[in-house]
């Protein structure tokens, strides 16, 4: 019953260091995405991926990067990390849009990431 | 370009007092419009899918409902343990991506 699942939950780093968010979903979902949430300002998209070797950018990509080597996996990649990435960080799942009716997006727990 | 739009930004009711929250969105096709619900240090958990003007969702105390220009989340008789925040969501046809709007935060006050 894991559905969505992201590590770590919390983390801080230092300005200029990288560091990788884990996301892995055992519902079978092909297309995958990373969310940002800031405080008044909503989710935005960062990336997405919509199958095993696929990504795209989404509306905030800058200091961003991902791959999907497998299905399960969606792992993003911060390098030199900026205050400005201090936010929390949601990994979610969906199967295609429109394959049929009920289609939604599933969330995993989020990650808190702080730069200093 | 695809927006969504949602108010009040805050929300506090009395138990058992009834209100709505609005979704207003602008997309060039809806294939589908959803209610997400966050607690505080969770992921955004989903409620309701709508797809066409008309169609109405219900779930205890919650009734989403769907023109062509907005949605609503009606809530009836709310009870504390409702309170959190109400995401609401949009994809167009022919498009990949979910635009969320920026949430309302309900307090129910026991």
């Known amino acids: 019953n894991a559905g969505v699942t992201q590590t770590p939950k919390f983390r801080i780093l230092k300005i200029g260091q990288s560091m990788t968010l884990q996301c892995t979903q055992d519902?079978?979902?092909?297309?995958m995405y990373w969310y940002r949430q800031d405080p008044g300002m909503g989710l935005k998209l960062i990336y997405y991926?919509?199958?095993?070797?696929?990504?795209d950018k989404g509306e905030v990509p800058n200091g961003y990067n991902v791959s999907r080597s497998t299905t399960e996996d969606f792992p993003l990649r911060l390098e030199l990390a900026a205050p400005s990435q201090t936010s929390v960080y949601f990994c979610?799942?969906?199967?295609?849009?429109?394959?049929?009716?009920?289609?939604?997006?599933?969330f995993g727990e989020g990650s808190w990431l702080t730069v200093v | 370009e695809d927006q969504v739009t949602q108010s009040p930004e805050a929300l506090r009711l009395q138990e058992g007092e009834s209100s709505s929250l609005n979704c207003s969105y602008t997309?060039?096709?809806?294939?589908?419009l959803f209610w997400y619900r966050q607690d505080p240090g969770k992921g955004p958990e989903f409620l309701f899918t709508?797809?066409?003007a008309g169609e109405e969702k219900e779930k205890e105390r919650l009734k989403a409902t769907l023109t062509k220009k907005e949605s609503f989340l009606h809530i009836t008789a709310p009870k504390p343990e409702d309170s959190a925040t109400y995401l609401c969501?949009?994809?167009?046809?022919?498009?990949?991506?979910?635009?969320f709007g920026t949430g309302t935060s309900l307090t129910v006050i026991p």
């Open positions: 991926s919509v199958g095993a070797g696929i990504t």
């Open positions: 997309v060039s096709g809806l294939r589908g």
């Open positions: 709508l797809y066409s």
């Open positions: 979610a799942s969906s199967y295609q849009p429109g394959l049929f009716s009920g289609n939604t997006i599933y």
């Open positions: 519902m079978n979902h092909n297309y």
């Open positions: 969501a949009v994809q167009a046809v022919g498009g990949n991506q979910f635009y």
